[in-house]
């Protein structure tokens, strides 16, 4: 994916050598925008805050999105500080002072075991107010394809389906189960299944809570709408939401963290050196998976454009490669950091930038930052 030119401009901007992510706000917008319009009008749309959580990032989608999903204190207190209309509150470990910071914000609560849910009870006692809580499903039927299987499937997220009536019939005094959470996959590529699986999954609500007398008024679907890092391609927002159907009464939401954030995100790494060794090509970068994790956590080649500098301050001939392949490696003392492995290149130079684009969602928040304790990459919203 070739970065526009204000990207190409604000990564020309930095100081060399060029080690930076640059997150596009208006990208953002625009991608939240499309999300929208691709589910019936009335749906909520939530972004889920562990995708990014760049303080920016998520002040721009708390003011285009519904609200935000969060996964802990920490997320929880950013999205306060975001101003977020809305805040939704998972994850599978919540402590008790993660419970009661979620009652304090009036977030509604995805709760995720019946232990969980009587905390949460106390926790709302101990407020004096009626939280509001959804119940995180793993339910029976067969899972979506993508790339993390969350239901259907032993996990440890949600109530088993089995264990559900066990959940739903404890006495509460200050929690008021409204609905389901039923967040199934991540990384969904297929629109016609992922539009199989929401329906599914208001069925499958309408059912349930008519079966042990809930009052349901919301069914959240999670996100996992998904990118393919290999290509340009996204998941068919036109087609997902056309046949939709949701029942009056009840709330669709949706919370999705990647097709909001991936494709307003750029990591840029300058080449540091360029080696042959046992006939095989590197680009050595300022940068590395410490940065940007996703392609060794997932084992996959993320494409790179080269950003070519012209600059060269050195007295020498200046290193480079023609028409070869090559991998770009970061700069970290092992093997396994690897961004690209095998990437045709016209030409590359020692000093040229490598641009990969789709990083705006589980870059660098995923990454594991201080080993080595390299220096970090400058931000750059605009
Ligand atoms: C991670 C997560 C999301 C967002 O998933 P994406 O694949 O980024 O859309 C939404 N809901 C829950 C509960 C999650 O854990």
């Not at 119940?135 to 259907?152: D, F, I, Y």
């Amino acid at each position: 994916m070739r970065p526009p030119e204000h990207i190409e401009a604000a990564l020309r901007r930095q100081q060399r050598p060029v080690c930076a992510y640059v997150y596009d706000t208006a990208a953002l917008r625009d991608r939240a925008a499309v999300v929208r319009a691709a589910f019936p009008p009335g749906t909520t749309l939530l972004y889920a805050v562990k995708a990014n959580g760049n303080p920016h990032v998520v002040r721009t989608l708390a003011e285009v999105c519904d609200g935000l999903e969060v996964a802990s204190g920490g997320e929880l207190a950013l999205a306060v500080a975001a101003g977020a209309r809305r805040i939704v509150f998972g994850g599978p470990g919540k402590t008790d002072a993660e419970l009661a910071a979620a009652v304090a914000a009036g977030a509604q609560v995805n709760v995720e075991s019946a232990h969980e849910l009587r905390r949460l009870d106390r926790a709302a006692r101990a407020a004096g107010v009626v939280a509001e809580a959804a119940v995180r499903v793993n339910r029976a039927g067969p899972a979506l394809t993508g790339s993390h299987a969350m239901t259907g499937t032993p996990t440890p997220f949600g109530v088993d389906e089995e264990a559900l009536p066990g959940v739903l019939g404890l006495p509460l005094t200050s929690v008021r189960i409204i609905g389901f959470h039923l967040h199934a996959v991540s990384n969904n590529l297929d629109a016609a299944a992922h539009a199989g699986f929401i329906t599914e999954a208001l069925d499958w609500s309408v059912a349930t809570a008519a079966r042990h007398g809930v009052p349901l008024r919301l069914v959240n679907v999670g996100g996992g709408l998904g990118v393919d890092y290999l290509s340009d391609a996204t998941i068919d927002l036109t087609a997902l939401g056309q046949d939709l159907i949701v029942p009056d009464g009840v709330e669709l939401i949706v919370e999705p963290g990647r097709i909001l954030a991936a494709d307003a995100g750029w990591y840029a790494a300058e080449v540091l050196d360029l080696k042959r060794t046992h006939g095989r090509w590197f680009a050595v970068l300022r940068g590395g998976t410490h940065h940007f994790r996703l392609p060794a956590a997932w084992g996959y080649s993320h494409p790179f454009t080269v950003l070519p500098v012209d600059e060269w301050p050195y007295e020498w001939d200046r290193p480079q490669i023609e028409n070869t392949s090559v991998d770009a490696v970061g700069e970290l003392c092992t093997p396994r950091d690897v961004l690209a492995r095998d990437q045709h290149v016209e030409r590359l130079r020692v000093g040229d930038i490598l641009v990969f684009g789709r990083t705006g969602a589980y870059a660098w928040d995923i990454s594991h930052h201080d080993f080595l304790r390299h220096p970090p990459p400058v931000f750059e919203v605009i």
